[in-house]
């Protein structure tokens, strides 16, 4: 069988570094390259530059046998050795002029050169999907051996990168003739995400919510920007005259990760070499609604969980959950405002605090769970509760009348009938009831300093008595009563002394 001659070019990312001619005319001819990391390698058949449209892969070890149309398994015209530590891809032109990945022709993604197992074989031919143009590469003076010169196969490489592609390499020719100027590759600036909670400029590596996201940057005037993604297309913008250019994707991307490269292309056709990726990920999934598990009460003699509608004089309880994504965050909203955040922990569990104390009274909380590319889950059930007045410490309980005044001690005597009851740390606006022996005798509202002073409305009578104080809110929610506070009124004077007798001491 008669075979067009078929040459090999190795690109490392915009460069031909290798180039040479495949022999299929006895065993052991084999050209045989060394891979490089993320290269594509070229194939070319006969003057025009066409792939050939049929090669079988086998992997053999570490290296990759390429075997063409026509020829047996075991006689590889090219050897890529260490292909499976650094793989590639195999391209090539075709009859329609685009460039297109060698694909299996079964299909079956487990049959890509990349994933082959030691000793399987594979047919491969050009797949039908588009990849980025490889025309304008530059060629490394290297590539240019006496071997392909000898054979006659530099019009071949012309062809391969293209008809009326400029060649550019790394030395003036002999004849110091000019050479175009580069296509400039497009310049990337920013990756706006203003889709949603969370929106701004999309790191390199980050995560947006935002299925189309306007990519900007600069550019020579008048080139045109392409963008693409796996050997696809994505479309493409205009450099405007100021030398910007926006982009806005029309197809929304799919969830996942992404890497997007960007190629110039001039008003003559000729292609830039492309841009480093950006690469992010498109995160369309919001958080599982969220469930509040325990509601906890830490402040005062009474703590622990709160259940739901239950009273507490915590002005700031611990809502806490768990089965949330680590690093998501939670925001903890009472009232409809969000009163404190947090961060989902490594084991999934999470706590808040409202970072600023709640009033008294009535309160709904929830929670809601955002993930870093800003989408929401919907909010948790409701959490109701009630802030009432903390505890009150009754500081000091004073007589003020009589010859003998001040404080009276917890199970002390007074001849005061009304005394006055005193404390303070309460909040302002609130009332304070003065209840003795379980009746309510007098009442007061708590300055705005916080302090507060009762005293009975009406004598009390002689005898013990049992004093405290109950504060309630404005809405009528009262706290816990106060320790009790034991006192006696005494209003009987000493008997008037009797003088019996007197005696002379000697």
Do not use: C
């Amino acid at each position: 069988m008669t075979l067009k001659p078929v040459n090999i070019a190795v690109v490392d990312k915009e460069t031909i570094v290798k180039a040479d001619v495949l022999r299929s005319e006895k065993v052991g001819s084999a050209v045989k390259i060394k891979a490089i990391p993320h290269a594509k390698y070229i194939l070319a058949e006969g003057e025009n530059g066409v792939a050939p449209e049929n090669i079988t892969l086998k992997r053999v070890g570490k290296d990759l046998f390429v075997m063409l149309e026509g020829t047996d398994e075991d006689q590889p015209q090219l050897i890529i050795e260490g292909y499976f530590d650094n793989p590639g891809e195999l391209v090539g032109k075709g009859e329609d002029g685009q460039w297109h990945e060698y694909i299996a022709t079964d299909g079956d993604d487990d049959h890509k050169a990349a994933f082959l197992l030691d000793g399987e074989s594979s047919a491969q031919a050009l797949g039908a999907g588009a990849i980025a143009s490889l025309d304008g590469l530059a060629v490394a003076g290297t590539a240019f051996s006496p071997a392909l010169l000898a054979l006659g196969a530099l019009a071949g490489l012309g062809a391969l990168v293209g008809i009326g592609a400029i060649i550019r390499h790394n030395r003036d020719d002999d004849n110091g003739g000019s050479r175009k100027t580069p296509v400039t590759t497009p310049e990337l600036t920013d990756v706006h995400d203003d889709y949603g909670s969370k929106t701004g400029s999309i790191p390199q590596n980050g995560v947006t919510d935002d299925a189309t996201p306007t990519f900007s940057g600069k550019g020579k005037p008048g080139d045109i920007v392409e963008f693409w993604e796996n050997n696809v297309k994505l479309g493409e913008t205009r450099v405007g005259a100021d030398g910007k250019w926006t982009w806005t994707p029309e197809t929304p991307l799919a969830h996942g990760d992404h890497s997007i490269v960007l190629i110039g292309k001039g008003p003559d056709g000729r292609t830039s070499a492309p841009s480093d990726p950006f690469d992010f990920t498109v995160d369309l999934e919001a958080p599982a609604k969220p469930v509040i598990g325990e509601v906890e009460d830490d402040v005062g003699e009474k703590t622990g969980p709160i259940h739901n509608g239950d009273n507490t004089d915590d002005k700031q309880p611990v809502f806490r959950g768990e089965g949330g994504t680590p690093g998501d965050t939670v925001k903890l909203i009472v009232d409809d405002k969000v009163v404190g955040t947090g961060i989902v922990g490594e084991d999934g569990k999470w706590e808040v605090t409202p970072e600023k104390p709640l009033p008294e009274g009535s309160h709904t909380g929830k929670v809601i769970i955002t993930d870093p590319a800003g989408n929401e889950s919907v909010p948790s059930d409701d959490f109701k509760f009630v802030v009432v007045p903390e505890k009150p410490v009754i500081g000091v309980v004073e007589d003020d009348v009589g010859s003998v005044v001040g404080p009276i001690k917890n199970g002390g005597a007074t001849d005061d009938t009304q005394p006055t009851f005193r404390g303070e740390g309460s909040t302002p606006g609130d009332t304070v009831k003065l209840i003795v022996d379980d009746e309510v005798v007098g009442t007061a509202i708590v300055g705005e300093d916080g302090k507060w002073a009762v005293t009975p409305e009406k004598p009390l009578p002689e005898g013990e008595h049992i004093g405290k104080v109950v504060i309630t809110d404005p809405a009528g929610h009262a706290g816990e009563p106060s320790d009790d506070f034991k006192f006696i009124v005494d209003l009987e004077a000493p008997v008037k002394p009797v003088i019996s007798a007197l005696r002379d001491d000697p």
